[in-house]
């Protein structure tokens, strides 16, 4: 079974073809960041307008890609949410008007389970169950997964994403957009014994999470700064901040990541979402892995952000586990909020 999956969610174009018995045949995206970054983030908008005019041609170039016809797909899945409902209506609209034009079924997927079953797609493949940290621009959750379907919220942040954390401290910086991969290769030449930042809620005994706190932290160090504006902050200093900033956040992360495998005697930890592309990140928790042995996978790094392939992967294994999933009654409604642990309960 060949299944064009079409993701539109945020400020990504991406459509790929994913057969159950080949695995996944081509994928092709357009990224909308370089647009984006001179409003200094996503303007919604402009997102729809851009998923609209950057579809189709993607689409071709995923069947050119896989020398297949476009009569060779059996069922399109896309984002159905959670997401920007515009960019969300955009991907559902051409995922129902494709389907209904070839005569096959439809399925909406969930963004996040997209992203946790991601690093399905890699060579080296988790089995269930395993702990999931979901770290993206949106969501930082940490989920127990015992397979397809079957995911328990162990905890989640209370106030800003991990990925929006990255964003607004890396804009507080003076670094474009997005700022997480900007802040990241800053921090990479700083001095971590300059500024020690609050690692939030990192006793707190559950596994959620608060990050608002230390971009109000980057804050205050830029305010208190001699030069007070981050513009005359040296390139040395800088560094120093934003490498306190990293180091904060990945403490965390990865704090809460080791617990959640200890409460639950797990052995196997996955990492999705675009935050889950920081070499801090990484560093530190295949260190705490080889400490405290337990395993970590990670998805390829091209699908650590949106893409088209984890969302065709999700619904071919959806429809594996039960090809009634995707129907022939098309028209749609998006979910742009639709919490994980009600990815079961129909939309109203
Ligand atoms: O999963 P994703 O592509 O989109 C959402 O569903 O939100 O995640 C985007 C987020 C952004 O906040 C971006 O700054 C962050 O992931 N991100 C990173 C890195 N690459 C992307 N954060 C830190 N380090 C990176 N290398
Ligand atoms: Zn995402």
Redesign the pocket.
């Known amino acids: 079974m060949i299944v064009l999956g079409v993701e539109s969610?945020?400020d990504?174009t991406g459509l790929a073809l994913y057969d159950t018995e080949r695995g996944l045949l081509s994928h092709a995206l357009h990224s909308q960041v370089a647009m984006h970054e001179e409003y200094g983030g996503v303007v919604p908008e402009l997102a729809s307008r851009d998923h609209v005019r950057r579809a189709i041609p993607l689409l071709k170039e995923t069947l050119a890609r896989a020398d297949l016809p476009m009569s060779a797909i059996d069922a399109i899945a896309y984002t159905q949410g959670p997401?920007l409902a515009g960019a969300l209506l955009v991907g559902s609209s051409i995922a129902n008007a494709l389907a209904l034009a070839l005569d096959k079924p439809v399925l909406g997927v969930h963004?996040l389970e997209g992203?946790l079953l991601s690093p399905l797609l890699a060579t080296e493949r988790p089995a269930f169950p395993f702990i999931a940290l979901l770290?993206?621009?949106?969501?930082t959750q940490l989920m127990r997964v015992d397979g397809v379907g079957k995911y328990t919220l162990l905890g989640e942040t209370l106030d800003d994403?991990?990925?929006?954390a990255?964003?607004k401290s890396?804009k507080l910086l003076g670094l474009g957009y997005?700022?997480?991969?900007a802040?990241?290769t800053l921090a990479e030449s700083g001095d971590p014994t300059v500024y020690k930042l609050p690692r939030p809620m990192l006793h707190s005994k559950d596994f959620n999470f608060s990050f608002s706190g230390l971009k109000t932290a980057v804050l205050t160090v830029v305010k208190n700064h001699e030069e007070k504006v981050v513009a005359n902050i040296c390139a040395q200093d800088k560094a120093n901040i934003a490498r306190g900033f990293v180091d904060a956040i990945v403490d965390v992360l990865t704090a809460k990541c080791v617990s959640a495998l200890r409460h639950t005697g797990l052995h196997r930890l996955v990492i999705a979402?675009?935050?889950g592309?920081?070499?801090q990140?990484r560093a530190s928790l295949n260190a705490a892995a080889a400490k405290k042995n337990f395993k970590v996978y990670y998805p390829e790094l091209e699908f650590?952000?949106?893409n088209g392939a984890m969302i065709a992967f999700a619904g071919a294994l959806r429809l594996q586990q039960n090809p009634g999933a995707a129907k022939r009654e098309y028209g749609f409604n998006v979910r742009p909020r639709w919490p994980l642990d009600q990815i079961d309960t129909p939309a109203t």
């Open positions: 969610s945020c990504e997401g963004h992203h770290v993206s621009g949106g969501h994403a991990a990925g929006e990255f964003d890396a997005p700022g997480g991969p802040i990241s979402g675009g935050v592309a920081n070499t990140l650590c952000t949106d």
